[in-house]
Every structure is written in structure tokens, then in C-alpha cells.
């Protein structure tokens, strides 16, 4: 993956995910609603197993 994606472009494929969630829901989520592969492989490689917030899933697809 060449870029991070942005979280406005991260959360444009995360719609209707009730937090906490799991790696493996976002995942899910993303493919359902037509993910690219850069979106879903930032998910894949996300440093944590399990997300609060959106904005943990931005920091931890960002390495924040």
C-alpha cells in the first residue's frame, strides 16, 4: 500500500459499523460496502484487534 488512506475515505467505507467493533467486523463492513483492496489491507494490517471509536481506527490504520 503506497498510502494511508484518509479517514474521511476510511470511514466512507466503515457506514453503519456500531462500535466497539472488531478488526475482523470492520473488515466485513468494508468489503460489503465496495472497499477498494488499499482500504481493506489498511484494515487487515490495523494494530489492534478491536476498535472504540472511529477515530481508533484511523489512528491505528494511520500508525498514530
Known amino acids: 500500500m503506497s498510502e494511508t488512506p484518509n479517514p474521511i475515505q476510511l470511514q466512507k467505507y466503515l457506514g453503519g459499523v456500531d462500535y466497539p467493533a472488531s478488526r475482523d467486523e470492520l473488515i466485513e463492513t468494508a468489503r460489503k460496502n465496495g472497499a477498494p483492496d488499499d482500504i481493506v489491507d ?21 500508525g498514530s
Open 42 to 62: 489498511a484494515l487487515t494490517n490495523a494494530g489492534a484487534d478491536s476498535f472504540d471509536s472511529p477515530t481508533a481506527v484511523s489512528s491505528a490504520v494511520s
